[in-house]
C-alpha cells in the first residue's frame, strides 16, 4: 500500500509539471491560496439567510472528501466535484476545518497550498485553480513539519464543516463589527466596516449596505452606499449609526438570556439584492483602563475554566450552560474552535479568551535561538499564520474579551513577532501571555 501510495504521489507531480508546461497561466484574480478573513457564509435570499438554510441559492457545497489511497502516516483524500456555469464568473473558495493532519492541497493537478497545523480552520481562494465542469480536489494527509508546535486536533468528526462557496465578483470581502458605548456612554454605536471586492479588470460600482434588528425584533437602522472600486481590488465602506436604548440590551455574561441583535449585510445591483450575510452581535466592548480589564466601564472578575467544543453544538450548549451554573464565567479553549462554539457562547453568556493553536512547552526556558520552536525564527511565520487564523475566526463574537497568543510555549522571538502583529489588528481587547513572565508582550 505505500508503494501505491507513493506513486500516486509521484503522478500528481508528474502531472502538475505536465499541466504547467502544456497550459498558459490561469487568468489571475485578486488572490489565490490560503487567505484570512472574517468566517460568514453568503446566502442568495434574505429568506434563506434568516433561516441559515446553507443548501438553498446554489452558492454553497459541502466538501466530503473521501479516501483515495493509504499508507504507513501518509494518505490521499479527495473528490470530484462539478462546478456550476454560474460559479465560472465569480470568486470560488474552499474552507477546510477538522482535517485532522497537516496536509497539501491540489486542485486539477496544481498545489495550492501547504498547511502544517491540523486543528485550525483553513480558507483558500481556489478561482484561479478551478474550471466549469469536473474538478479533482485532492489533499496529501501526512507528517507535519511543525509537530513541536501542534495541538491536539478536535475528536469531532474529519471534514467536520468544511465546504466550497462562491461569491460574485461585486461582493464582501471581509467586514468588521461590534456593538460598542458612544463617547458619552448614553447610546449604542453600530461600528461596521465592510470590505468590498471588485474582481473586474475594470471600475465598478459595489454598493454595500446593512439592517440592525433589536433583540425584541423590532428594526432600528438601515443604511446602504455606493463606492467605485478600481478593478481587481478593495475598498473599505464604514457605518457609524447611533443604536439608542442599548444599555437597556447590554450583553454580559451571567445574564440568564443574554440579548443579541440581528445584523444582515448584503451588496445590491441594478436594484437587486445579491447576497447576505446574517449576524448576531451583543452590546458590549472589553478594554483595559489602567491596567484593569473593563467591560461597559465594569471591571470583569473572571472565573476561568478550560474548555473546548464537545462533539456537537447541543452538547456543547448544555455543557456550557452547566458551566455557568457553577459560576464559571470565562472558557478558555487551546485552539481555535468551530464557529457555532462562540455563537454558543454569546448565546450561554459566557466570556471566551481564544488561543492560537500553538503549543510548544518542552524546552520553553531554553532562550537560545532554535533552543525551543518559539525561538526559532523559520518558524515565524508558521506562529503568524496560526495567530491570524485564530483572531479571524473570532473577532466578529461578541463573547471574546482577550486573545492569548497561544499555550505556554516560552517567550522569545516568535511570541514578540505574534504579540506585534496581533496588537496592530486588535486596538482594544488585551492580548495576553502566560509565558511572558514580566516582559512587554502580554497586556494583563
Not at 484593569?292 to 456550557?320: C, F, G, S
Not at 526559532?376 to 487564523?389: F, G, H
Amino acid at each position: 500500500m505505500k508503494r501505491i501510495l507513493i506513486a500516486a504521489l509521484l503522478t500528481l507531480c508528474t502531472l502538475s509539471v505536465r499541466a504547467q508546461d502544456e497550459e498558459t497561466e490561469a487568468p489571475r484574480l485578486t488572490e489565490a491560496g490560503r487567505i484570512f478573513r472574517t468566517e460568514v457564509i453568503p446566502y442568495d435570499t434574505r429568506r434563506d439567510a434568516d433561516a441559515r438554510n446553507r443548501e438553498a441559492g446554489g452558492y454553497y457545497r459541502a466538501f466530503t472528501p473521501k479516501l483515495i489511497a493509504g499508507g504507513e502516516g501518509m494518505s490521499i483524500v479527495g473528490l470530484a466535484h462539478e462546478i456550476p456555469y454560474a460559479w465560472s464568473d465569480g470568486n470560488v473558495y474552499l474552507h477546510l476545518e477538522n482535517v485532522g493532519s497537516a496536509y497539501s492541497l491540489w486542485i486539477n493537478d496544481r498545489v495550492v497550498a501547504e498547511v502544517e497545523d491540523p486543528a485550525t480552520p483553513a480558507e483558500f481562494a481556489i478561482g484561479p485553480y478551478v474550471r466549469q465542469g469536473e474538478n479533482d480536489f485532492r489533499l496529501i494527509l501526512r507528517p507535519s513539519a511543525t509537530e513541536a508546535i501542534n495541538v491536539e486536533p478536535a475528536r469531532r468528526p474529519a471534514f467536520e464543516n468544511s465546504y466550497l462557496y462562491y461569491q460574485n465578483k461585486r461582493s464582501i470581502r471581509d467586514f468588521e463589527i461590534a456593538l460598542v458605548p458612544d463617547s458619552t456612554r448614553k447610546f449604542g454605536i453600530l461600528e461596521v466596516a465592510l470590505v468590498a471586492q471588485n474582481s473586474f479588470n475594470y471600475d465598478e460600482t459595489v454598493t454595500v449596505g446593512y439592517d440592525i434588528y433589536s433583540p425584541q425584533g423590532k428594526l432600528l437602522d438601515f443604511n446602504m452606499r455606493d463606492v467605485v472600486i478600481p478593478g481587481r481590488s478593495t475598498d473599505t465602506v464604514r457605518f457609524h449609526p447611533f443604536i439608542y436604548d442599548a444599555y437597556k440590551n447590554r450583553w454580559e455574561a451571567g445574564a440568564k438570556t443574554p440579548p443579541l441583535y440581528r445584523v444582515m449585510l448584503f451588496t445590491r445591483r441594478d436594484g437587486v439584492y445579491k447576497e447576505y450575510m446574517p449576524l448576531k452581535v451583543g452590546f458590549g466592548k472589553t478594554e483595559l483602563v489602567d491596567g484593569r480589564l473593563m467591560h461597559l466601564d465594569r471591571e470583569l472578575k473572571l472565573v476561568r475554566t478550560p474548555y473546548n467544543a464537545a462533539a456537537d453544538r447541543k452538547t456543547t450548549l448544555a455543557e456550557l450552560k452547566a458551566l455557568k451554573a457553577q459560576g464559571k464565567n470565562t472558557v478558555c479553549p487551546n485552539s481555535p474552535q468551530p464557529a457555532w462554539f462562540y455563537e454558543c457562547c454569546d448565546e450561554a453568556g459566557l466570556y471566551v479568551i481564544d488561543c492560537a493553536g500553538i503549543n510548544a512547552p518542552e524546552h520553553r526556558d531554553d532562550r537560545r535561538v532554535g533552543g525551543t520552536p518559539s525561538n526559532d525564527p523559520s518558524l515565524a511565520d508558521e506562529y503568524l499564520e496560526r495567530v491570524k487564523a485564530m483572531y479571524y475566526r473570532s473577532r466578529k463574537f461578541t463573547c471574546i474579551i482577550s486573545y492569548a497568543l497561544c499555550n505556554p510555549s516560552g517567550n522569545v522571538y516568535n511570541m514578540y513577532k505574534a504579540y506585534e502583529w496581533l496588537k496592530s489588528v486588535e486596538t482594544a481587547r488585551p492580548v495576553i501571555y502566560a509565558d511572558a513572565d514580566g516582559e512587554w508582550n502580554t497586556d494583563l
